[in-house]
T-cell receptor, first 113, second 114 residues
Framework: KQEVTQIPAALSVPEGENLVLNCSFT??????LQWFRQDPGKGLTSLLL?????REQTSGRLNASLDKSSGRSTLYIAASQPGDSATYLC????????????FGTGTQLKVEL | NAGVMQNPRHLVRRRGQEARLRCSPM?????VYWYRQLPEEGLKFMVY????????ESGMPKERFSAEFPKEGPSILRIQQVVRGDSAAYFC????????????FGQGTRLTVV
């Protein structure tokens, strides 16, 4: 059974800092891993998807890396802004059938002015 | 191309009533997934459906919960005889194929049982 852990659970930083959010998963039999953002009371916005054959993926100020064999993924946020404040979720897709995602409990990020 | 549409956004039901949550996938997507987010918990998979078929319902509670995705119309998650513990955010996701692809989520339906 896949288990996903995200560290830290919460993070508060001043604007402009570069950030590292960590995700670990117990079962390396995955097709891919997605990073999402969730704003309070809202749905999930897909940020990045990394295929199992890829090492990293970039979109703007976001960069995600994947080390499938060690069960780890990292999301880097460069030059953080107050608008980045949200909960960040990682979710690997297992190979057990169907596009079924297992979520961690997230990292709650607050970027202050 | 509209995203995944869920309605209603907020639903209040009294204990014992029925709740019906609807989800229209993105255009061109024939795979639908329902997830539940209980207060202070992560999202948990409930059920995976294709048109007229339930593919994986391993995350569905054994009683009172059912889901369908008919040939025409939205996917429906139905909760009969709701209890306070059913209060949660229910999210629907869709994808164009069933494996190894990006999943797109709706805004969710927040169910409150009073």
């Amino acid at each position: 059974k896949q288990e996903v852990t995200q560290i830290p659970a919460a993070l508060s930083v001043p604007e402009g800092e570069n950030l590292v959010l960590n995700c670990s998963f117990t079962d390396s039999a995955i097709y891919n891993l997605q990073w999402f953002r969730q704003d309070p009371g809202k749905g999930l916005t897909s940020l990045l998807l990394i295929q199992s054959s890829q090492r990293e993926q970039t979109s703007g100020r976001l960069n995600a890396s994947l080390d499938k064999s060690s069960g780890r993924s990292t999301l880097y946020i460069a030059a953080s802004q107050p608008g980045d404040s949200a909960t960040y979720l990682c979710a690997p897709e297992g190979t057990g059938g169907g596009n079924k995602l297992t979520f961690g409990t997230g990292t709650q990020l607050k970027v202050e002015l | 191309n509209a995203g995944v549409m869920q309605n209603p956004r907020h639903l209040v039901r009294r204990r014992g009533q029925e709740a019906r949550l609807r989800c229209s996938p993105m255009k061109g997507h024939s795979h639908v997934y329902w997830y539940r987010q209980l207060p202070e918990e992560g999202l948990k998979f409930m059920v995976y459906l294709q048109k007229e078929n339930i593919i994986d319902e391993s995350g569905m509670p054994k009683e009172r919960f059912s889901a369908e995705f008919p040939k025409e119309g939205p996917s429906i998650l139905r909760i009969q005889q709701v209890v306070r513990g059913d209060s949660a955010a229910y999210f629907c996701a869709s994808s164009p194929v069933g494996i190894d692809t990006e999943a797109f989520f709706g805004q969710g339906t927040r169910l409150t049982v009073v």
